[in-house]
C-alpha cells in the first residue's frame, strides 16, 4: 500500500511528461479540451504543486516561504478544477510498469489493454505537505477555498476574478487557469510579481473575449519572430489531436461533435488556435493592402487641394480625434494623423488639436454626440461645449459650422456596415479606406483587437452583430463617425502667393507718407511762410 501513496508529481517528474521549464518570466499555455488525464491546467497545476513543495526540477524558486496566487474565473472554477487539480486525487492515472512492477504514469495508447488495472494517482499537493487546520474555505462543502498554509512556510492564496483584484502584495508565483471577468487581474497580478522576480503563467483555452490573453499571445508571437535567445515570454499550445491521453476513438467523437457547431469551435479545441475572424469587426483590414507608404506623397504629406476633416471621440478616460482628407477624384478617404490622450479634458485636448489644426483649412469636425451629452460633473456643461470653446480661445474655426462639431451617427450597426464596405478590396485591388504609414499607430493597434459582442447562453458562446463598447475602442469609434458623414471633397480655399515687389513697394511708401504728415488738425487761415 506504500506504493500507492506516490504523488501524481512524482509520476509526472519520473516521466519526464508535461516537462515544460517555463524559464520565462510569463508563460501562456493555450489548448484546446481539458481532459482529467492530462491538458492545460494539468501544466499549471503541476508547475505550481513543484514550486509550493520545493520540488522544482529547475531550482527556479525558494524552498520554503513562497507566495503563490491561484486565479479561477469564478468561485465554482476553483472548487471544480483549481482545488480538486491540486489537493485531490486523479490528476493524472498511474499503472504498475509490466518489467518492473513500479508505479509510474498511464499511457492510454500502449497501456489500453490494461485500463482496468489503472488508478488514480494521489494529488499533486499531497495532505502531508499541509499544515494542520492550514486550509481557510469560503465554501468547505462547494469546495471554494480561500487559503491553504503548507509546513514549509508557502501560502497559496485562491481568487475569484468576479470580485476586484487584490493590491499591495508580492507573490513568487501566480497561476491564471481560463478566462477571467475582468482583464484588470492580468495586470495587476503581473505587478506583483516584481519585488520577488516571480513567475506569471496563464493556461487557457484561446477564447477571443478577452483583449488580455489576446496581448498576451501577441507577445509571445513578437518575441518568437524576434529570435530573442532569452524571451520573457513564452507560448505553448497543446492540442487535442497530439493528446496521448485521449484514445483515437474518443477523439474522433470530439472532433465530430465541435465540427457540428462550428468551423471557429473544432480550430479552438482542437488545435488551440485563437479564432478571431468570426469575432473581429473587421476582419477585412489588412496592413498590407490599407496602409499606404509616405513616399506616395511628396515631402510625405498629403496635398493642399484636398479636403481635410476631423472627427473627435471624447472621454475623460481617452480622447481621440482623428484627422482624414479627401482627394479631388473621392477615389478614397485617407486618414493621416490622430490625437490619442489619457486623461484627458477639454483643454488638454484644445492645446493638441490646435497644435496640428492651427494654419490647416479643415472643412467639418465630426463629434460623438452621445458621449458629447455627459454632462460635466463639477460644471454641468455639455462636453461638445467645452471642445468648442477650446476652438473659439485658440482662434480656430471650421470651414462648415465655424467652431460648431457636426454630430456623428447614432447608430452603431449603420456605422459598422458602412466601415465595411469602405474596406472591401475593389477589383483593380484598390479600396475606399487608407491609412498613412506611421500617421495613426493606435488607430491600427485598436483594429487589430475591436471585436464583436459575445454572449453565453448555457455554457456556449455567440456572437453577435453589435461592436464591442467596453475597452480602447476610442479610435476605433471615431473612424466609425468619419465614414459614416460620408465625407465629400470641396474646393480649399486658395491660398495667396508671396507678395509681388510693386505691392511692397507701395505699402512701404504709403507709410513713409503718413509719417511725414503732421498729425495735427489746425481750423483757420493757413500759416504764413
Known amino acids: ?217 501577441d507577445r509571445a508571437i513578437a518575441a518568437e519572430e524576434n529570435g530573442d535567445p532569452n524571451p520573457i515570454i513564452k507560448m505553448f499550445i497543446l492540442r487535442h489531436l497530439d493528446n496521448p491521453y485521449i484514445d483515437d476513438e474518443e477523439k474522433k467523437k470530439n472532433i465530430e461533435r465541435w465540427s457540428a457547431i462550428s468551423q471557429d469551435e473544432l480550430m479552438k479545441r482542437a488545435e488551440g488556435e485563437f479564432m478571431t475572424g468570426s469575432t473581429l469587426m473587421y476582419p477585412t483590414f489588412n496592413r498590407s493592402v490599407h496602409v499606404i507608404p509616405r513616399s506616395t506623397f511628396e515631402n510625405g504629406n498629403i496635398p493642399d487641394d484636398w479636403t481635410r476633416y476631423c472627427s473627435t471621440d471624447p472621454g475623460w478616460s481617452v480622447a481621440t480625434t482623428l484627422f482624414f482628407a479627401v482627394p479631388p477624384d473621392e477615389s478614397y478617404v485617407l486618414f493621416y494623423d490622430e490625437i490619442y490622450i489619457r486623461n484627458c479634458n477639454a483643454e488638454i485636448w484644445g492645446e493638441a488639436f490646435l497644435g496640428k489644426a492651427l494654419g490647416k483649412s479643415i472643412y467639418a469636425g465630426i463629434f460623438d454626440m452621445h458621449g458629447g451629452r455627459l454632462r460635466d460633473i ?40 458602412m466601415v465595411r464596405e469602405k474596406l472591401h478590396i475593389r477589383p483593380d485591388g484598390t479600396t475606399k479606406l487608407k491609412v498613412l504609414e506611421g500617421s495613426c499607430p493606435n488607430l491600427l493597434e485598436e483594429l487589430k483587437r475591436y471585436r464583436k459582442k459575445t454572449t453565453r447562453v448555457n455554457g456556449m458562446v455567440y456572437v453577435t452583430d453589435e461592436p464591442q463598447t467596453r475597452g480602447d475602442v476610442h479610435a476605433c469609434q471615431a473612424l466609425e463617425y468619419a465614414i459614416a458623414y460620408e465625407p465629400k471633397y470641396h474646393q480649399p480655399p486658395r491660398t495667396s502667393g508671396p507678395k509681388p515687389w510693386w505691392k511692397s513697394w507701395m505699402e512701404k511708401r504709403e507709410a513713409r507718407n503718413r509719417e511725414l504728415q503732421d498729425p495735427c488738425i489746425l481750423l483757420g487761415p493757413a500759416r504764413r511762410k
Open 1 to 217: 500500500m506504500e506504493k500507492l501513496q506516490i504523488t501524481a508529481l512524482e509520476l509526472i517528474g519520473q516521466q519526464e511528461i508535461w516537462d515544460f521549464t517555463v524559464e520565462e518570466t510569463e508563460c501562456y499555455f493555450a489548448g484546446g479540451v481539458l481532459h482529467h488525464n492530462s491538458g492545460k491546467s494539468v501544466v499549471g497545476g503541476v508547475e505550481v504543486a513543484r514550486a509550493a513543495t520545493g520540488q522544482d526540477p529547475y531550482e527556479k524558486y525558494p524552498k520554503e516561504n513562497l507566495i503563490i496566487a491561484v486565479i479561477g474565473k469564478d468561485w465554482r472554477h476553483i472548487g471544480l478544477v483549481c482545488y480538486p487539480m491540486l489537493f485531490k486525487c486523479g490528476a493524472i492515472k498511474m499503472i504498475r510498469d509490466e518489467v518492473t512492477n513500479e508505479w509510474r504514469a498511464y499511457r492510454p495508447k500502449t497501456d489500453a489493454r490494461r485500463s482496468r488495472e489503472a488508478k488514480p494517482a494521489q494529488p499533486l499537493i499531497p495532505n502531508r505537505f499541509v499544515k494542520p487546520k492550514g486550509k481557510s474555505w469560503l465554501n468547505r462543502r462547494q469546495g471554494y477555498i480561500q487559503k491553504v498554509e503548507l509546513i514549509n512556510g508557502t501560502v497559496i492564496h485562491f481568487f475569484s476574478s468576479e470580485g476586484d483584484p487584490p493590491q499591495g502584495f508580492q507573490a513568487d508565483l501566480i497561476w491564471i487557469d481560463e478566462d477571467v471577468n475582468d482583464e484588470r487581474w492580468v495586470g495587476e497580478m503581473q505587478a506583483r510579481l516584481a519585488d520577488r522576480k516571480g513567475r506569471f503563467i496563464w493556461s487557457a483555452m484561446p477564447h477571443s473575449e478577452n483583449d488580455a490573453l489576446i496581448g498576451l499571445k
Open 378 to 417: 463639477g460644471g454641468g456643461r455639455l462636453p461638445h461645449e467645452l471642445y468648442s470653446e477650446q476652438l473659439k480661445k485658440g482662434g480656430f474655426s471650421f470651414r462648415f459650422g465655424g467652431t460648431t462639431f457636426i454630430p456623428g451617427c447614432d447608430d452603431p450597426k449603420t456605422r459598422a456596415n
